[in-house]
């Protein structure tokens, strides 16, 4: 059993009731309205490397009764401070996880390692939190599909041509996929699997 | 119970979590909830807790609304279009008590409706959220009752069931003969019912800028239609869908374009029909006052 000390771990929300549903709306919005960019802040120290919206995100939607992956960039730090205050596992299994935290240097996980549901079951499927290196509304993609009235143009990076095709992978998969907030500093993006995402 | 009676309902009650629901608990139905909305039309099962009033009387509707609802939330509480009608009153201060947050009659003022069997006539705009309280989440059930069959159904989009039913009442009726819960496509998807709002609501639902969430109790199920999102009733290219229309205006506000009720007004066969949405019918009301020359053009039109 590995142990830790309280002194490195910094704080959580200091009104945990408030923030959780105030980044939970956040979260809502986005994820209904594809392509939208919202501040997600708030009062928790986040791990060292870790922005401020993909860090309040999972501490508002984390418990016991969900599995967190952590990318191997920010394992050592952030697995302690993510099971202290939210009471999450951890797991070192992709397809185990139903949150799944990726630092911006990390590859697009390939489909078949993630949990993507059942066809009769698609809600048992990972919640990704990516942080990329940058994200603005227009340019680079443009998305269509529910949440969007015509089409709305998004640039992420690194979203690549191969993050593309994982997710053309994706679309001939549903309703079974995996969603994604997109998420840099304090800014946070909704990509759900019915989102529909042309180069 | 007398405590109860004589504690100053003014403010919000100390006694329970914000919402009335735990943090956990929240936290559950705010995952399912971001689940339903990224499958839109989907049931996402969830663990419904018991609340203090009985199935059936929207305890679906008032977990969704308790898990998303905020500290700057305005909620308007409608049953069939009233905010005046029993089940209203109780869930706004049912909220009022377990929140403190403020409340509305006004649909334009509302940033979270929680609805039993309407869709307001005001059109929502898109920084509002609408809740529905569902009975029945399955639109299926009546014609398969075994879950485990309407389960694959959904999974292998396999709805001819639904359209040999409604095909039946073309073949005996000579019309579709469903007006409320009129089953509806999400997104070219998944097959919903959109609750028991009577038909001539369900093409609100189509496009519509408002995020639409739905509860269901009893039977555990939220599902979401995002904004801006495919709406389809269901119909045949010879029997396409159609609304109910009425001969009459509304006797209070004469409006035309709204849903009405038939109110029976004495032991003879006396009856008038009035908007079912009060604010819509209040709103238009207090507009033709305010205006005496619409008044008279109203009454020649």
């Known amino acids: ?199 | 119970m007398n405590a109860d009676v004589s504690r100053a309902p003014d403010s919000s009650d100390s006694g329970y979590n914000f919402a009335y629901l735990d943090e956990r608990t929240k936290r559950m139905i705010r995952r399912a909830i971001l689940k339903a909305v990224a499958i839109p039309g989907y049931q996402v099962p969830f663990g419904s807790r018991e609340m203090p009033l009985p199935y059936g009387w929207g305890t679906g509707g008032i977990q969704v609304t308790a898990s998303i609802i905020g500290r700057d939330d305005v909620l308007k509480v409608i049953d069939q279009g009233a905010d005046d009608t029993v089940n209203a009153v109780n869930i706004r201060r049912f909220f009022t008590r377990t929140t403190g947050i403020a409340t509305t009659e006004r649909t334009v003022e509302a940033t979270v409706i929680q609805t039993r069997h309407r869709i307001p006539e005001t059109p929502l705009q898109d920084h509002q959220i609408i809740v529905y309280q569902v009975p029945i989440p399955e639109p299926l059930a009546k014609l398969e009752p075994r879950e485990a069959e309407t389960k694959m159904m959904h999974g292998l989009a396999e709805y001819g069931l639904m359209h040999v039913k409604l095909y039946e009442d073309i073949a005996r009726y000579g019309h579709i003969s469903t007006t409320y819960d009129y089953p509806v496509m999400v997104d070219g998807r998944y097959l919903m019912a959109p609750s028991p709002i009577p038909k001539f609501d369900n093409p609100k639902m189509h496009m519509n800028p408002a995020l639409q969430l739905f509860g269901a109790g009893r039977e555990k199920r939220i599902y979401a239609v995002p904004p801006y999102t495919k709406v389809e009733s269901l119909a045949f290219d010879d029997h396409p869908f159609e609304v109910q229309r009425w001969e009459q205006h509304c006797a209070l506000c004469g409006a035309k374009d709204s849903f009405l009720d038939e109110v029976i007004t004495d032991n003879d066969g006396g009856r008038m029909f009035i908007c079912s949405d009060t604010d819509y019918c209040g709103q238009r009301r207090e507009n033709l006052a305010a205006v005496p020359a619409n008044v008279a053009e109203a009454k020649s039109a």
């Not at chain 1, 309280?6 to 939970?24: C, K, N, V, W, Y």
């Not at chain 1, 952030?78 to 949150?99: K, P, V």
Request: glycine share 8%; with cysteine.
């Open chain 1, 1 to 199: 059993m590995d142990t830790f000390s309280l002194e490195h771990i910094g704080a959580g929300f200091s009104d945990p009731t408030a923030a959780s549903q105030r980044i939970f709306r956040t979260s809502l919005t986005v994820l209904s309205r594809p392509g939208t960019i919202l501040e997600a802040d708030s009062d928790a120290t986040a791990p060292e490397g870790i922005g401020a919206a993909a860090n309040a995100i999972l501490l508002a939607l984390l418990d016991q009764d969900v599995a967190l992956y952590v990318s191997p960039t920010h394992v050592a730090v952030a697995s302690a401070y993510y099971r202290f205050h939210t009471g999450c596992s951890i797991t070192s299994n992709l397809e185990d996880a139903d949150f799944v935290l990726l630092a911006s240097t990390d590859r697009i996980p390939a489909l078949s390692a993630l949990k993507t549901g059942t066809e009769y079951a698609p809600e048992l499927s990972a919640t990704l939190v990516w942080e990329v290196a940058k994200l603005a509304s227009g340019d680079g993609l443009t998305l269509t599909g529910p949440g969007i009235e015509s089409s709305v143009r998004l640039t992420a990076t690194p979203l690549d041509a191969a993050f593309l095709s994982a997710r053309a992978e994706t679309i001939s998969l549903l309703p079974r996929g995996v969603d994604l907030f997109l998420t840099c500093d304090n800014r946070v993006c909704g990509l759900p699997r019915s989102t529909r995402i042309r180069g």
